[in-house]
């Protein structure tokens, strides 16, 4: 399609916490030096920077994008914020690949960040107005309260039980027993989730990740530019974005069209015709446990339906067919919202790499995605990376 | 093209009130709490030294803004430095009238990047750019740890 | 390339106690317009009839009415009131507030629906609480009838409806 071929060549990420010491600039720069080390390059090898990162009443800072600015490498660069919601952490190197893929720069620095520990009582405050001001808000309804009719719709359809439901949060909170950044990884069972407390019927307290404070940062290269800093570029093969209706109540709450559409963008990119058997390794967003069973199937890693009877199987666990949260997710590294997606991106770097560690999934894979979620259940976007 | 039917009355027009009912707590980082915490406690202004570039920097930062380097270093500064620029300013950020003028000016350190915005005390016959100036500085039980440690810049 | 030793310190309860911060509260307060779409919806709440929207080119009927259609790209070409029944599409039963503190055992809880409007085109739903029901049994599918504020209490907005009830 006269796209450059693009390559993510290193890659940065701070510890997850529910309150960080540093503010927004420093986790940036802590994000970004990491990976611009893990490259080989200076920042005056930087020509571009992009950066995600969520509505500013989360930080309690307009402008965050330019706030955040020289922490993340951007002083006197081109540089542009982006936000597409909690997409946006999957977004951040989209945009970075269009900088690459049209041949604007050779370099760009991609960088996510969110320190949502500033907001009081609870950030949950700031998501008031995502939804309608009129016709919804007088309602004095809370974010949870769209995520539980969704997740109840979606359990209704399929005929599922809360423990099929379950069964993601136990795997992804072990899973990220073995990563550096975690928040709240803990060796959980089932009967700790379903016992967990009720926070809106069907929704307990364990199917949500936290909020958090962290950042994340990749660096993006040209073709030439990739294969003379490593000898293991992992390329950026497909990229898609879709997003649907703000009239989130007159959509089908049990499955993610958009995501569909954004995961078809993305595959038919990188010659992709058959998802569920060319994909190795996939990190679907987790922001609830049931997400990453809707967001399996708007992937097409699976039939309609089918994420939850697969997960009891094992076969999303580390070792099995498709791995899928290998990282531990948003569910267990934590939920610094657009940091988040940019993580899930750095893991099927890691991934295809073969650098995952203790979380490396067996058998070489080759070929992962990655798919961050976002608003009024209207984003989807989504990445395919090839080693 | 317009929409076909429009609302005709005024009265009619109506409008929804509302608010995000959030407030904030910074907290001011790690370069930003040994800034503040040098200044309660020391009553001493400090800046970043990079040790790659020698770039000096207030108010002091964890990372070099030139060459992207991580900073360990910060050494203390004066409290006296260069009047760079002023305003004087009549109504406050909701448009309220002051009872007198605040006078706000951006003042800069010898041979260190950035400044300190504060308040002035220095008579209006004085007040022009380039004169030196001096931080006055609560008195040590008073202070809090915040920008309000500096009562305000006076004349030297 | 490894990624291990992550930075940033995550401050205890005590630790965040102690480290210097700065508070700030906003005081901003919004005016939305309501624009001509909800303008007329909100408008014919406060005489007790739900509004939709008709685009003679989708033949779809939607909720809640709006100026153009967003699928068709064009104004949409009429405003009809539908019923004031429903079916539930989904519903929760929510035991905390917004700012996430908790309801007290005694405080009855939210039961936020997606209620499908009879009269609208399939799928045409909004959010609305249900009321009037035991939580355990209320199901999807269920049959619903908006309550409304007695005419002379209603103020043009979307809480002229109380709750929507099984009827």
Known sequence: MGF????????????????????????????????????????????????????????????????????????????????????????????????????????????????????HPHPQGAFLTIFDHTTEQPLKPTLIWIFALEMRRYMETYGLTKEDIARVAVKNKNNALDHPSAQVAEAVTIEDILNSEVLAEPVHRLDISPASDGAAAVVLASEDVAKRLTDKPVWIDGVGWNLDTAYWATKDLYYPRYVEKAARMAYEMAGITEPHKEIQVAEPYDPFDYKELHHMEGLLLCERGEAARLTAEGYTARTGNLPTCPSGGALGVGNPIAATGLMKVIEIFLQLREEAGKRQVPGKPRVGVAQAWGDLMQVGTVIVLRR | MSFKETIQSNIQLSYFEGQIPVNYQYT????????????????????????????????????????????????????????????????????????????????????????????????????????????????????????????????? | MKIENVPVKGLSSDEYEKTLKISWKPTLQYAWDNGIGIGKYLQSLKEGKILAAYCEKCGRIMLPARAFCEMCFRPTDKYLPVKDTGTVNTFAICHVNWDASRLKPDEPRYIPAVIEIDGASPGQGIMHLLGNVEPAKVRIGMKVKAVWKPADKREGSITDILFFEPY
């Open chain 1, 4 to 119: 450059r071929k693009v390559a993510i060549v290193g890659a940065g990420i701070t510890k997850f916490v529910r309150r960080a010491q540093e503010t927004g600039p420093e986790m940036s720069y802590l994000a970004s030096k990491m990976a611009l080390d893990q490259a080989g390059l200076k920042l005056k090898d930087v020509e571009m920077v992009t950066l995600g990162t969520a509505p500013d009443a989360f930080d309690g800072v307009h402008m965050k994008g330019e706030y955040l600015l020289s922490g993340a490498g951007g002083n006197n660069k081109p540089y542009i914020r982006n936000f597409v919601g909690g997409g946006t952490g999957v977004f951040a190197p989209i945009h970075g690949w269009m900088h690459v893929a049209s041949g604007a720069c050779d370099v760009c620095l991609v960088v996510c960040s969110e320190k949502m520990s500033s907001c």
């Open chain 2, 28 to 156: 001011l980082g790690v370069a930003g709490n040994k800034f503040f915490e040098t200044l309660k406690q020391k009553g001493e202004f400090i800046a970043s030294v990079c040790s790659h570039c020698g770039v000096k920097t207030i108010y002091p930062l964890i990372y070099c803004e030139e060459c992207f380097n991580p900073i360990d270093t910060y050494v203390s500064i004066e409290l006296e430095g260069e009047l760079y620029s002023f305003t004087k300013c009549y109504r406050d950020y909701q448009g309220n009238t002051y009872d007198e003028p605040h006078v706000i000016g951006l003042i800069r350190f010898d041979g260190i990047k950035g400044g300190i915005i504060h308040r002035l005390n220095i008579n209006e016959k004085d007040l022009k750019l380039g004169i030196r100036v001096k931080a006055k500085l609560k008195p040590t039980n008073k202070r809090t740890g915040g920008l309000d440690d500096i009562v305000c810049f006076e004349k030297v």
